[in-house]
Nanobody, 119 residues
Framework: QVRVVESGGGLVQAGGSLRLSCTAS????????MGWFRQAPGKEREFLAR????????WLADSVKGRFTISGDNAKNTIYLQMNRLKPEDTAVYYCAARSMMSATYNVWGQGTQVTVSS
């Protein structure tokens, strides 16, 4: 069973930057894609970004495009979310997730890491 563990959250002032990391426990041939989600209090979970290992393709949600960047290190089974020009509305719990090629949805989730952006 693949497990993913996030790190890198914290408190930052508006305009600042943070980098989140997420490492999967198994070799990437079993992990087809990894992605980032976030959920703010009282709001639905939002899909932010994903990377697909087979072709290293990436996708970013329009809401964070231009400020956030997703990247990955295949050899380390790790993805990163570089978050720049953070805004108070970026405050949320950020989750990493993974899915195998056999799964249509992200079915392995991390415990989440809190990101708080102060104004």
């Amino acid at each position: 069973q693949v497990r993913v563990v996030e790190s890198g959250g914290g408190l930052v002032q508006a305009g600042g930057s943070l980098r989140l990391s997420c490492t999967a426990s198994e070799r990437t041939f079993r992990t087809y894609s990894m992605g980032w989600f976030r959920q703010a209090p009282g709001k639905e979970r939002e899909f932010l970004a994903r990377i697909t290992w087979s072709d290293d393709s990436t996708w970013l949600a329009d809401s964070v495009k231009g400020r956030f960047t997703i990247s990955g290190d295949n050899a380390k089974n790790t993805i990163y979310l570089q978050m720049n020009r953070l805004k108070p509305e970026d405050t949320a719990v950020y989750y990493c997730a993974a899915r195998s090629m056999m799964s249509a949805t992200y079915n392995v989730w991390g415990q989440g890491t809190q990101v708080t952006v102060s104004s």
